[in-house]
Nanobody, 114 residues
Framework: QVHLEESGGGSVQPGGSLNLSCVLS??????MAWYRQAPGKQRELVAS???????KYEDSVKGRFVISRDNSKKTVDLQMNSLKPEDTAVYYC??????????WGIGTLVNVSS
């Protein structure tokens, strides 16, 4: 059974930084990604990285967030800099295997406020 565990969420002031980390319980996946869901809004893709290193970012986080993965450690990280109140959300780690099945973590809360 696939298990994804996120860590690194918390509260931070605007302009601050947080690093989210996700550890997978099984072998390498194709696309690994971070999504977020703010109160009253739909879940949205924040950033993704393929097994070949192709990276995509949601427009509002470009230049502020950096996604990375380490297949040997089965981890995917999201370094978040210059955080804004509108970044406040529950952040979810996601992984797609090579036959298109998607798996999710339970989420970690990021709260950006002064």
């Amino acid at each position: 059974q696939v298990h994804l565990e996120e860590s690194g969420g918390g509260s931070v002031q605007p302009g601050g930084s947080l690093n989210l980390s996700c550890v997978l319980s099984t072998s390498v996946f194709d696309v690994m990604a971070w999504y977020r869901q703010a109160p009253g809004k739909q879940r949205e893709l924040v950033a993704s990285i393929s097994n070949y290193g192709t990276i995509k970012y949601e427009d509002s986080v470009k230049g502020r967030f950096v996604i990375s993965r380490d297949n040997s450690k089965k981890t995917v990280d999201l370094q978040m800099n210059s955080l804004k109140p509108e970044d406040t959300a529950v952040y979810y780690c996601s992984a797609n295997n090579f036959v298109g099945m998607q798996y999710w973590g339970i989420g970690t809360l990021v709260n950006v406020s002064s």
